[in-house]
């Protein structure tokens, strides 16, 4: 079953992604991080892997594309903030750049 | 060349699209609507048909999904409003759902 983090578990697993550049979201338990590709093309090629494996782990980001930028926040609603199904789609989504 | 609406052919062109759901920014002369869709897999299925013509018309929106929702934002940044281009990919996008 799907946890917010706990004090223990939240440093672990949320200070690897810090280092490749996901931040906290102000206001909001949620983590955020600004992908920039080469073009329109290959930001929604990711969008889409990324779609597929969203899917398959039942588990959706809130995302945002403006021509070869994507923003990804991720949270999770059931649990009001942060869990691990987060922390390990966050490093799903780094892995398909 | 695309320009920005004029007075004379804004009404023709944004009057068919206000009665679809399209609706103009505040703030912003950019044009905006929020689809809702069945499930996420449908969703992003619309998100990679519009993609798909985006690129192909070389005129991309800003937009962000949540789920089965997806905001779009269309506005054309050489011109500095709203454009026939954003007419025309809005159509595009209301024949696609």
Do not use: C
């Not at 672990?12 to 280092?19: A, H, N, V």
């Amino acid at each position: 079953m799907t946890e917010k983090l706990s004090d223990a578990t939240r440093g672990p697993l949320l200070d690897p992604l810090f280092q490749t550049g996901w931040t906290l979201m102000e206001g909001r338990d949620a983590i955020t991080k600004t992908y920039k590709f080469s073009s329109f093309v290959d930001a929604f090629g990711w969008m889409t892997r990324a779609a597929i494996w969203a899917e398959k782990w039942d588990h959706h980001p809130e995302w945002s594309n403006v021509y070869n930028k994507v923003t990804v926040v991720l949270t999770t609603h059931d649990v009001g903030g942060v869990s691990t199904q987060d922390a390990k789609l966050a490093r799903k989504l780094d892995s398909l750049v």
